[in-house]
């Protein structure tokens, strides 16, 4: 059975101070292991893909980092707009492409 | 190009009640999702369809049911609405592919009484 666990819960940071997200993953085959951003009130917004171990991808101030058993979200220099909840989900080789979603990590950046 | 919608946003169903939620995408895309969001769960799959005319069972399908008769549309069904089923309710697609990524819809705030 496929496992999704973030941590933390809940960040608060204040505007231009660098931090990192955490997503723990078990899958049997990994195929993908995605990063989304979520609104208050609204649906899921895809930020990047990650296939294999030692992949990096970055997007202005977000940068996604994977490793065998976990994957990073650095946020750098973060700004108030930054605030979301961001969710971590693998695709597992054997599935109908279906996601398996961790519990999110919900941001707040302070100016 | 909307992407997808989902209609209702929002419904307040009485236990026993039956309804339907719609998910419509017009990106052609042969996958179809439907995920619950409950607080400190994350999204959990319902239902999912890899095609027209075919539905399955996700992690908790119990008390609901699908179908896909067109392509574009993925509905939802509740026949006898419980108060388990209060939840934020989530429709994706996805193109065939490699890791392709899944578009979601706005979402539809259920709440049963």
């Known amino acids: 059975e496929d496992q999704v666990t973030q941590s933390p819960e809940a960040l608060r940071l204040q505007e231009g101070e660098s931090s990192s997200l955490n997503c723990s993953y078990t899958v049997s085959g990994l195929r993908g292991l995605f990063w989304y951003r979520q609104d208050p009130g609204k649906g899921p917004e895809f930020l990047f893909t990650?296939?294999?171990a030692g992949e990096e991808k970055e997007k202005e101030r977000l940068k996604a980092t994977l490793t065998k058993k976990e994957s990073f979200l650095h946020i750098t220099a973060p700004k108030p707009e930054d605030s979301a909840t961001y969710l971590c989900a693998v695709q597992s080789s054997g599935s109908a492409r279906q996601l398996t979603f961790g519990s999110g990590t919900q941001l707040t950046v302070l100016p | 190009n909307a992407g997808v919608t989902q209609t209702p946003k929002f419904r307040v169903l009485k236990t026993g009640q039956s309804m339907t939620l719609l998910c419509a995408q017009d990106m052609n895309h042969e996958y179809m999702y439907w995920y619950r969001q409950d607080p400190g769960m994350g999204l959990r799959l319902i239902h999912y369809?890899?095609?027209?005319?075919?539905?399955a069972k996700g992690e908790v399908p119990d008390g609901y049911n699908v179908s896909r008769l067109k392509k574009q549309n993925f509905l939802l069904g509740l026949e006898s609405a419980a108060p388990s089923q209060t939840s934020v309710y989530f429709c994706a697609s996805t193109k065939p592919g490699h890791s392709i990524e899944a578009f979601f819809g706005q979402g539809t705030r259920l709440t049963v009484v």
């Open positions: 990650l296939y294999s």
């Open positions: 369809s890899v095609g027209e005319g075919t539905t």
